[in-house]
């Protein structure tokens, strides 16, 4: 044999997105100069080069070339162990060619991520969330899911146990929330909570993987709504007149029919009696009777009784309550500025004898800052999205959310670091601001 071709025989490790580089040494023992091609054999050969892709060598001369592996990092390179071949093909005499084998180990990797949608529900008796749990990694995660809030006032409809999510999937997992007591009358309560998605240990030299906290909140809604009260009393009133109307006009009216009905089959009735009575003392007469004088039928009973008055109808109930207040339309801009490492707060109190119906909130950032920004409504936080995530963003509520008299409606900034404006001078604080929309009724 006139081509030898050797590979370092222990395993080789390399993280995909990474490179290695394998050493090949070459050996020439034939007695004319020969030049060599390679070509990689086995999983890794898609992803794997020689260089230099060619080599030539005197007679008894080694040589080295160096096999380089770059896997990508993507989710089809799964974790493992892979074996490969190098060809080492002679171009004077083919005949010779060698494959040397090696061993590859591919390391695993993770990325995870998880999103709440949506970020706030709404319900008299909860609302459906649903958490996306996407395994951008090599390798199948187990996440559990786990749910708090502050005052232990929910229930958390979580799977019995963990979701496995396949590499360069998402899985998406049902998460019901419910108040444990239900809010009968009144202004909606929020409920701010958190949801956290824990993935498990993976397979060995895996890292470790960071657990996502997903924020949300839940808008608790009175079962008795104003409407729904007004909707129940109407239905009262119409059951009411119904019912007066049966006894006071239809019932009689039944009754007298009936009694028409069958007067006629009662007098012909009589009158067939009558008939037979007098036929019966015709008879006793012609059979030598005492010659006393014909007995009379007693008078004709009476006729049916008359049909009784109809009892006068109930009164109509009265109208519904007067006409509700007019409500104003409100609009006010609360703006906080706090330096780096420090905290300010904003705050509106609603007017005595006012409520405050927020239907729109914009939350601005308009230097770019990092922190957060924390909305509350009567001492309780409703949103705390970080500043880095947005410049200018936009919440709607639908039935609005409101706030009692003397509530407070505050925003408080934490900065971290202080942005700075393209084209314009570095500020030297934070500056966050909250444009509240709604009406004042």
């Not at 960071?210 to 059951?239: E, F, I, M, N, W």
């Not at 007469?285 to 109930?314: H, M, Q, W, Y």
């Amino acid at each position: 044999m006139t081509t030898s071709a050797h590979l370092d025989a222990s395993p080789t490790s390399v993280l995909p997105g990474e490179e290695v580089r394998i050493p090949l040494e070459l050996r020439n023992s034939g007695n004319v100069v020969e030049a060599y091609s390679f070509e990689v054999l086995g999983p890794a050969a898609r992803w794997s080069v020689v260089e230099p892709a060619t080599i030539s060598l005197y007679p008894n001369t080694a040589g080295q070339v160096e096999l380089v592996v770059r896997p990508p990092r993507d989710t089809t390179v799964a974790p493992g162990e892979l074996t490969y071949g190098v060809r080492v093909l002679p171009q004077e005499q083919p005949q010779h060619a060698t494959v040397p084998e090696g061993v590859l180990h591919v390391r695993p990797y993770a990325e995870f991520a998880a999103e709440l949608t949506p970020r706030m529900g709404t319900g008299r008796t909860g609302a459906g969330y649903r958490v996306a749990l996407d395994n951008r990694g090599n390798y199948p995660l187990s996440v559990a899911l786990s749910g708090k809030d502050a005052g232990d006032l929910l229930k958390f409809g979580l799977p019995s146990g963990p979701t496995l999510v396949e590499p360069g999937r998402a899985a998406f997992v049902k998460v019901p929330v419910k108040p444990k007591r239900w809010l009968w009358r009144g202004t909606p309560v929020p409920h701010a909570f958190q949801l956290h998605a824990a993935p498990a240990a993976g397979p060995e030299g895996a890292p470790e993987v960071a657990p996502a906290t997903l924020d949300g909140s839940l808008l608790q809604r009175p079962v008795l709504s104003p409407g729904l009260l007004k909707a129940v009393l109407a239905a009262v009133a119409l059951a009411a007149v119904l019912a007066g109307l049966w006894f006071g006009v239809l019932r009689p009216v039944v009754r007298s029919a009936a009694k028409e009905a069958v007067k006629e089959p009662v007098k012909a009735a009589q009158a067939k009696a009558e008939e037979a009575k007098k036929a019966a003392e015709d008879a006793k007469k012609a059979g030598g009777g005492d010659g006393g004088s014909d007995g009379k039928p007693g008078g004709k009973p009476g006729g049916p009784g008359s049909s009784p008055s109809p009892s006068p109808s109930p009164k109509k109930p009265g109208e519904g309550p007067g006409p509700q207040p007019q409500a104003a339309l409100f609009s006010a801009r609360l703006t906080a500025s706090a330096a780096a490492g420090g905290s300010d707060t904003a705050t509106y109190t609603v007017p005595e004898g006012k409520v405050l119906r927020l239907t729109g909130l914009i939350l601005e950032n308009p230097q770019g800052d990092n922190g957060s920004v924390v909305f509350s409504v009567g001492g309780k936080p409703l949103l705390a999205p970080a500043l880095e995530n947005f410049r200018e963003q936009d919440f709607h509520w639908g039935s609005g959310l409101l706030a009692a008299e003397k509530q407070e409606v505050t925003i408080t900034l934490t900065c971290r670091t202080v942005g700075r404006p393209p084209a314009a001078p570095a500020p030297s604080k934070c500056s966050a601001a909250a444009l509240l929309n709604g009406t004042m009724e």
